[in-house]
């Protein structure tokens, strides 16, 4: 089917003329009239198949119909998943629209709101957004949705499986109800969180469009598998990319760490190629693609934040330097060539690491990989020096062990020889010393026969020092005590203790503990505090440790009141009473 056969306007026509499309893709074949005709529609379709165009060309038409934008604000809404997709959807509509009056802005997260926010300000017809951004935008009342006639959710199954399903349902829900809208939703798979979406915010029985959903990869791409060693890999690469049938090539690697690294080493060997990662500036991501699609970079080096929604025309080459863990992530990968009807090639190094990953993905795919051999003789020598061999995370060749450094061995010096440890204080380790405590069990003398081996201490405060024999102070007093290394047993005597006793701690008479037990404070019970006179009598001479006198009562009995302090205060109670009573 032709373009002109669907009754589009004559500008454009034209766009799609300057573009160079003739005919249609089977999904444009299929979803087009539905899709002009202003019904909701969910399109299946793998990528590169040409579904830009479809929601584009509707787009265009629709808005045609309606008349000039006399608000200025923005009456179609387009959701995709990166930033990158969201430039390039922009520059289709740039290209396909160019002989109508239609204005559109890609909004999406890492760069200054400045440029966007005056293009809104000054008016657009089509914003194509990344959730993030368009929230934060609608939230600060910048962006306003209440002219939207129609919604485009592309690479849904993408938006849910990067955690927008939240943001989408709130967009969603924001979008005016009292208004006729037209929804398209566009996948290359249709799961139940597709299906969810599509009841809640779409009209009642959407049309459904699936095309070949058996065969999930182009069969315009030739696609083929090589085993190698960790130490082939990169020669393997190597030697693939110096072919000259290598136009344009996009390798892709499961860490970025890899990619990193894999970077400095086609550098290493004279081979242009530039890495793209999450951590890429957007600034430096734009420079980077807009090389590859003028021609002047012919290698990038990407992980999956790439793998989708970017469309680079006239790839050549996909290589996987590692195989994904996920399988579909294997399909959007190689899909990155043989787009708009157009071949391509596939390469997959199946090493060591990530061979296991194959099974799943030939099952996916329902196809068998075909298997390519390359000779000894043909490989190209890695010409990177040494540091730059060294995987990122692994310290050493690939497949090797690094023999420095690590647990097992010495810290590396930056020399790079072995050196033993050092400790925190930077002293270098030396001969286990023994612990001082063993040490000094070992010059403690035999214990006595009485007393029990490893039997602990039974005060828990200081230990006292042992007095000697001939020590100044005079000898110890040896009435009453033990033999020699025996602690004297405590005997409570009411009101007194024994020579060796160790002396109790001074307490106040609030804790005396003297008194007979039926004698003491009850809880609730309130008694009369001794006068600050009386308590410093009590406690101004303390007992001395070790006294051959016999030691006085700690504490002293408690004094009743003076009878005259007791009628100084019922007098004074008497007196109250009776000013009281005149009153």
Known sequence: MKFDSLGLSPDILKGIQDAGFEHCTPIQEQSLPDCLAGKDVIAQSQTGSGKTAVFLLSIFSRLLAAGPNASKRPRALVMVPTRELATQVVDDAVKLGKHIPFRSVAIYGG????????????????????????????????????????????????????????????????????????????????????????????????????????????????????????????????????????????????????????????????????????????????????????????????????????????????????????????????????????????????????????????????????????????????????????????????????????????????????????????????????????????????KAAGEKAGRPPRNRGPRRPERKEGAQGGERPKEGLKPEGQRPERQRVEGQRTEGQRPERHRTDRHRTDRPRNERQRPGERRERPKPEEHRKETAAPVTAWSEEKPKTQHAERKEPAAEHVKEKTGILKRIFKKLLKK
């Open 111 to 446: 760069v200054e709101y400045d440029k966007q926010v005056g293009a809104l300000k000054t008016g657009v017809d089509l914003v194509v957004a990344t959730p993030g951004r368009m929230i934060d935008l609608y939230k600060s009342k910048t962006l306003s949705l209440d002219d939207m006639e129609i919604f485009v959710i592309d690479e849904a199954d993408r938006m849910f499986d990067m955690g927008f399903a939240p943001d989408i349902m709130y967009i969603a829900g924001k979008l005016p109800k009292n208004k006729p809208r037209q929804t398209m939703l566009f996948s290359a798979t249709i799961d139940s969180n597709v299906r969810r979406l599509a009841s809640r915010y779409m009209n009642p029985d959407p049309v459904m469009i699936e095309i070949e959903p058996e065969q999930v990869t182009v069969n315009s791409i030739d696609q083929k598998i090589i085993y190698v060693s960790n130490e082939e890999k990169y020669p393997v690469l190597l030697t693939l990319l110096r072919r000259p049938d290598v136009e344009r090539a996009i390798i892709f690697t499961n860490m970025k760490s890899t990619a990193e690294s894999l970077g400095k080493r086609l550098s290493a060997n004279n081979v242009q190629a530039k890495v793209l990662t999450g951590d890429v500036s957007q600034e430096k991501r734009s420079k980077i693609i807009d090389g590859i699609k003028s021609g002047n970079l012919r290698i990038v080096v990407a992980t999956d934040v790439a793998a989708r929604g970017l469309h680079i025309e006239d790839v050549s080459h996909v290589f996987n330097y590692d195989l994904p863990d996920d399988a579909a992530n294997y399909v959007h990968r190689i899909g990155r060539t043989a787009r708009a009807g157009k071949s391509g090639k596939a390469y997959s190094l199946a090493c060591e690491d990530h061979v296991l990953n194959l099974p799943e993905i030939e099952k996916y795919i329902e196809r068998k990989i075909e298997n390519e051999w390359i000779e000894d003789s043909e490989l190209v020598k890695d010409a990177a020096p040494e540091p730059e061999r060294r995987r990122e995370g692994r310290g050493g060749k690939y497949g090797e062990r690094r023999p420095q450094g690590g647990r097992e061995g010495g810290r590396p010096s930056r020399d790079g020889r072995n050196r033993p440890r050092d400790d925190r204080k930077g002293r270098p380790h030396t001969e286990k010393k023994e612990a001082p405590i063993e040490a000094e069990k070992r010059a403690v003398p035999e």
